[in-house]
């Protein structure tokens, strides 16, 4: 029973690029969440998708943006990517919106 | 406002007990977790406890959760040096606001010395 896997584990970018990431959910899950987690910190939370739509939005600016597919994988994208963007990326899959999340081993990116 | 606390480090021998301390602000929170995550890894999610619960037993693991109080405790039985990881903290609050997002407190760092 494969867990949540995320693509790629990690990406070296410079600034103003534009970068996507992907995410398939734990066997069984309709919904994903997506995550950041900056060095030291505990992850801060960027959207939820469910039903190909996006359910929830945290205090992230418009340069982040997702999308939901219908076999429920995901993707989120940075555009005009800053250096402040390096951080640990997490995606959490649960069975509805109000079940537990579970999370994958997420992406690394770096901001040169 | 929403806002999870813990202490930023604790250290055991090998064989005590662990007990990691978390304080919470958002009374509607429904759900409280505890993650764990090891270096270089994402989170595996060790437990959660619905509010209208005071203990949850899980093998080693036992949380304790104080209403009143807004705290929340991850005591670990017999901590090995495997348990060396760091410890997050969580709470959502699904049905009073429609919430889904957790919110996370900033670890703690659990170091077990042989």
């Known amino acids: 029973d494969a867990g949540v896997t995320q693509s790629p584990t990690h990406l070296i970018k410079t600034r103003g690029q534009q970068v996507t990431l992907r995410c398939s959910p734990k066997?069984?899950?309709?919904?994903v969440s997506w995550y950041q987690q900056a060095l030291g910190q505990g992850p801060q939370f960027i959207f939820q998708?469910?039903?190909?739509?996006?359910?929830q939005r945290g205090n992230f600016p418009d340069r982040f943006s997702g999308h939901q597919f219908p076999n429920y994988s995901s993707e989120l994208n940075v555009n005009a990517l800053l250096l402040g963007d390096s951080a640990l990326y997490l995606c959490?899959?649960?069975?509805?919106?109000?079940?537990?999340?579970?999370f994958g081993d997420g992406t690394r990116l770096s901001i040169l | 406002g929403e806002d999870v606390e813990q202490s930023l480090f604790l250290s055991v021998r090998e064989g005590d007990s662990s007990v990691i301390n978390c304080t919470y602000t958002?009374?509607?929170?429904?759900?409280l977790y505890w993650y764990k995550q090891e270096p270089g890894a994402g989170l595996q999610l060790l437990t959660y406890?619905?509010?209208?619960?005071d203990m949850k037993q899980d093998q080693r693991l036992t949380v304790l959760l104080n209403k009143k109080d807004k705290h929340l405790s991850l005591r670990i039985a017999d901590t090995q040096t495997g348990d060396s990881a760091i410890y997050f903290c969580?709470?959502?609050?699904?049905?009073?606001?429609?919430?889904?997002?957790?919110?996370f407190g900033s670890g703690t760092r659990l170091l077990v010395r042989p």
């Open positions: 959490a899959s649960s069975s509805g919106t109000i079940q537990p999340q579970h």
């Open positions: 998708y469910y039903e190909e739509e996006e359910r």
């Open positions: 958002d009374s509607s929170s429904t759900y």
């Open positions: 969580a709470e959502t609050s699904p049905w009073m606001d429609s919430s889904y997002k957790l919110i």
């Open positions: 406890i619905f509010s209208n619960m």
């Open positions: 066997s069984g899950h309709d919904t």
